[in-house]
């Protein structure tokens, strides 16, 4: 059984930084794309960015240019960087890594951005 861990999340100013760990366990994790999705109260899940077995990366729209979604297969473990970081980016923050039609979640850590 794959289990996925979240950590790094906590409140911060606006304007600061953040980093946030998926380590995963019990896969050979270099064979997993990683996502990360957030979610904010009232709303609905959005994925925030993607990371594939190659290393390429892709960024929904609101975080380009201020987050970095990066893997290290030696750790098992993925991350995201959150620079320059807004009000409206406060959600509870939550990773997957997935195989074909596999998909194993993670339980969420709580990132809140105010001053």
């Known amino acids: 059984q794959v289990q996925v861990v979240e950590s790094g999340g906590g409140l911060v100013q606006p304007g600061g930084s953040l980093r946030l760990s998926c380590a995963a366990s019990?896969?050979?994790?270099?064979?997993?794309?990683v996502d990360w999705y957030r979610q904010a109260p009232g709303e609905q899940r959005g994925l925030v960015a993607s990371?594939?077995?190659?290393?390429?990366?892709n960024y929904a729209d609101s975080v380009k240019g201020r987050f970095t979604i990066s893997r290290d297969n030696a750790k098992n473990t993925s991350y995201l960087q959150m620079n320059s970081l807004k009000p409206e980016d406060t959600a509870v923050y939550s990773c997957?890594?997935?195989?074909?039609?596999?998909?194993?979640w993670g339980q969420g850590t709580q990132v809140t951005v105010s001053s």
């Open positions: 990371i594939d077995t190659t290393g390429s990366t």
């Open positions: 997957t890594v997935r195989r074909a039609t596999r998909e194993y």
């Open positions: 019990g896969a050979a994790f270099r064979l997993y794309a």
